[in-house]
């Protein structure tokens, strides 16, 4: 089983649009998938149209068997969801015993699944830390925005804090570029810092397409909503990258 969090610290990356479109993608192929929602704001969840029963806070404070908590949406696609109750369940981990590896003990019986993507919310707080100490790599979207590499930097000095002290071995092992338009110099240039600083790391990049913000709306994947779409070829490659190498 192959655990992914992906994450960047700046907002508007596209992150829980990679989320849910890798996920399916890779359901697509046949592999079983989970998506797991870190971020108390539920994007993930919002995407699928789902109000769950049970979230993440409940396999977190109230040790709710993971069975109970786990959203079919596709063949081979489940999700446990978040939503604001998160917010306490941050508050209530702050004062437990271990409390960046609650994550990771929650979710020791967990199997049959060939990958988990968890969704991580844009910030430097106690639950991303349970989820790089979950993961075993880090799928890192970045936008073609310059603030966006201060996101990027923040986030590499905490993976490096993180595996010091807990003797981890984590790291950015696929930096995704998003909103990637090549008749724009500044994509170019981000991509190029990106290339130097993550040296044969950055994928396909997923170029600017107006299906990605519709399909949402219609609680649809890249893949049903636009398949002839630039970003469902984006991300149908990137997918391949994923599994087979680059």
């Known amino acids: 089983m192959k655990r992914y969090a992906v994450i960047n ?22 592999f079983k998938v989970l998506i797991i929602d870190t971020d108390p704001q ?11 029963a049970k979230t993440l806070y409940d396999v977190l404070i109230e040790k709710v068997p993971l069975k109970d908590c786990v959203e079919n949406v596709r ?29 990771k003990k929650q979710l020791a019986d967990l199997s049959g699944y060939d990958y988990v993507l968890l969704d991580c919310a844009p910030s430097m707080n106690l639950l991303n830390q349970n ?39 984590v790291s950015i092992t696929t930096v ?12 170019k240039d981000i991509i190029d810092s990106l290339k130097r600083v993550f040296l044969n790391m950055v994928s396909t990049p997923i170029r600017t397409c107006i299906s990605l913000s519709e ?23 990137i997918t391949e990258e994923l599994v087979y190498g680059r």
């Open 131 to 169: 989820a790089l100490l979950y993961a075993d790599d880090v799928i890192l979207p970045v936008s073609m925005e310059y603030l966006s590499l201060i996101g990027v930097k923040q986030l590499l000095k905490n993976i490096k804090i993180i595996n010091r002290i807990f003797n981890k071995k």
């Open 9 to 30: 610290y700046k907002g508007g990356t596209g992150k829980t649009t990679t989320v849910v479109n890798l996920a399916h993608a890779l359901s697509l192929k046949g």
């Open 75 to 103: 063949h081979f696609l489940d999700i446990i969801c978040s939503n604001e109750r998160l917010f306490p369940a941050e508050l209530k981990m702050s004062a437990m015993k271990e409390r960046e590896l609650i994550l």
């Open 215 to 237: 399909a949402p709306g219609k609680h649809e994947t890249i893949f049903e909503f636009n398949p002839e779409s630039v970003a469902a070829e984006d991300y149908y490659k």
């Open 42 to 52: 539920g994007s993930a969840g919002h995407y699928f149209g789902i109000t769950p």
């Open 176 to 187: 995704i570029p998003t909103f990637y338009d090549r008749r724009n110099k500044k994509s």
